[in-house]
């Protein structure tokens, strides 16, 4: 069953080129409030509700901390010409979404993953809380995109663990377009011999509270983390970061932390964190927090942009910078 | 009949951290006229081309600027430059994470070209452009945005005489052939020679303290005794 209402929301992102593609190819994980609308089915893949999973895969118990309810179990066993869409909304008032999500990518899979979370409009209060493992074995690839588009009653927290086998490299872009009243966002990434990572967080709070911990655990040789955030704190918002780059063996990593302040009742706090417990790793870190520059706005003002029309062109520039 | 002025600024007083900067400036631009600002580091000269697109740094204490026969002392600098006043700085910041396309694209639906600037399009907005590069970047903004009246500030600091030389080709292509009023302001007038100002100012301690038809006899001067013999004019 596809659900023309799950469409609907993407069409109405048309800036987003993700939403564009997903236009023209299947959602393979839709789940509206609490009921799973539609999974995909292909020779391919094997998509089930996580409680079924665990049912029927008795390996993937381990990954599960206890039994799950909600979420997903997604097996790519083979290579697959189609990137998976994954779309976790609310539709319903005080609804509470409790994820369990399970992704499994196999030897020398490449992939690329978009998941979209929200709530379809605000005064929903929804409550989403998504927890999830995600295995890439060796020389698989993963390209990760993930969208949250929340109202300022919601509250939100994600978090991920992604283990990387040997060789094998993890893409991972967060993005908020909107800001729940409180999110948590905690990413552990788990790297084995030769696996790299690239891990891109550009966030921005708006009457909302926002805690970010990011964790890149360098335990194979020859490993490499790349971790770069973006943070920005508009009206109302308190932002907290904490990143940390743990080196176990010979390992390159380098987390780059920049924070832009547009309004004054706003807040961020960053706590970059370096640990090397090997001599042969290399670590390095940079850590930024700043107000937009009266000289660049008023530059834009003099190019016939309104101070907010301004503003926003200097916070999607900082968003973008580097990325 | 005179033709009526597009810019007139009247006994302008301009002051910034409670220092006074201009100190009563009067100037008059015709429609299609070139004009020329000369002046010593210090005088004031980018801070009457601040104050005249609305820099909200520096406040008007006295006098009026008047676009168009509308007092402009109040609007802010969006707006002045929706009237048709443009300006070219002299230092543009960088605009980290904004290609100079899309930049370009958000001030105007229309194209603009030209050809020196093709290479600049995909590059963030004046990071790590050379000099002269910022000026071909300025020159392609101020081209959007379709102006009547066009300030340039120092145009041509910085850059050799070639340079100088293709700069002010672009200008009398783009701007001077199509009707559009110029202010070239200026350190060391280079400029003004492949430009050919109707009138050229000379700015010392923030007042205009001579008026020439001759830019040449202008510069001359300058050239012979320096700013300082302007400085007699002024006492």
């Known amino acids: 069953m ?11 992102k048309k800036k987003i080129k993700s939403f564009e593609e997903i236009k023209q190819k299947e959602i393979s994980f839709f789940q509206r409030d609490n009921q799973i609308e539609k999974i995909l089915s292909n020779k391919d893949i094997l998509i089930l509700p996580s409680s079924l999973a665990w049912q029927k895969y008795s390996w993937t118990k381990k990954f599960f901390e206890k039994k799950p309810k909600e979420g997903y179990f997604i097996w790519l066993k083979k290579q697959i010409n189609f990137p998976l869409f994954i779309c976790l909304g609310i539709y319903s008032p005080q609804k509470k979404q409790n994820l369990n999500n399970l992704l499994v990518i196999e030897k020398n899979v490449k992939v690329k993953v978009i998941t979209n979370c929200y709530s379809q409009k605000s005064n929903l209060k929804a409550s989403h809380q998504a927890k999830g493992k995600i295995i890439l074995k060796e ?47 905690k990413n552990l990434v788990y790297l084995e011999k030769d696996a ?9 709070a708006e009457k909302s509270e926002m805690k970010i911990i990011d964790s890149i655990i360098l335990a194979g040789e020859n490993s490499q983390g790349i971790l770069k955030l973006r943070l920005v704190g508009k009206k109302d918002s308190q932002i907290e970061n904490q990143s940390e780059i743990t080196a176990k063996k010979q390992s390159k990593g380098h987390l780059d932390c920049q924070g832009l302040l547009v309004e004054k009742r706003s807040e961020i706090s960053t706590t970059p964190k370096l640990v090397c417990q090997s001599k042969e790793a290399q670590l390095t870190h940079e850590a930024s927090i700043g107000k937009v520059s009266e000289e660049e706005l008023n530059y834009l003002r003099q190019r016939g942009f309104k101070e907010s029309e301004a503003i926003n062109l200097i916070v999607n520039g900082f968003l973008q910078n580097d990325l | 009949m005179p033709n009526k002025a597009l810019l007139k600024i009247e006994d302008l007083k301009v002051k910034a951290n409670h220092q006074e900067i201009l100190r009563g400036i ?5 429609k299609k006229q070139i004009q020329a600002i000369l002046g010593p580091n210090g005088s004031g000269k980018s801070v009457l081309c ?13 006098g009026k600027i008047i676009f168009q026969e509308k007092n402009i002392n109040k609007l802010p600098p969006e707006k002045r430059v929706k009237l048709g006043l443009a300006l070219s700085w002299q230092n543009p ?27 600049l399009l995909n590059r963030q907005v004046n990071l790590d452009f050379s000099g002269g590069e910022k000026k071909i970047s300025e020159l392609l903004q101020l081209l959007s945005l379709k102006p009547k009246l066009v300030i340039f500030d120092e145009i041509d600091s910085g850059l050799d005489l070639e340079k100088i030389k293709k700069i002010a080709k672009i200008i009398k292509k783009e701007f001077v052939d199509r009707g559009i009023s110029l202010l070239i302001i200026t350190h060391n007038g280079e400029i003004l020679k492949f430009l050919k100002p109707q009138l050229t100012n000379v700015m010392i301690k923030g007042k205009i303290v001579c008026q020439q038809k001759n830019f040449q006899k202008v510069l001359k001067t300058i050239k012979k005794y320096g700013y300082e013999k302007c400085q007699e004019c002024l006492s």
Do not use: C
């Open chain 2, 50 to 62: 601040q104050t005249i697109l609305g820099n909200p740094k520096y406040k008007i204490v006295h």
């Open chain 1, 139 to 185: 020389k698989s690839q993963l390209n990760y995109h993930h969208f949250h588009y929340w109202h300022s009653g919601d509250k939100v927290s994600s978090d991920y663990k992604f283990i990387l086998k040997n060789n094998s490299s993890l893409s991972y872009s967060y993005k908020n377009f909107s800001s729940p009243k409180e999110l948590l966002l």
């Open chain 1, 2 to 12: 596809v659900m023309k209402n799950a469409k609907s929301v993407y069409l109405d």
């Open chain 2, 26 to 30: 009067n100037l008059k631009i015709e």
């Open chain 2, 93 to 119: 910041p960088s605009l980290r994470g904004i290609k100079l396309v899309d930049l370009l694209k958000k001030i105007s639906q229309e194209k603009t070209k030209i050809e020196e600037g093709k290479h």
């Open chain 1, 196 to 204: 790299s990572t690239d891990l891109k967080i550009t966030t921005q």
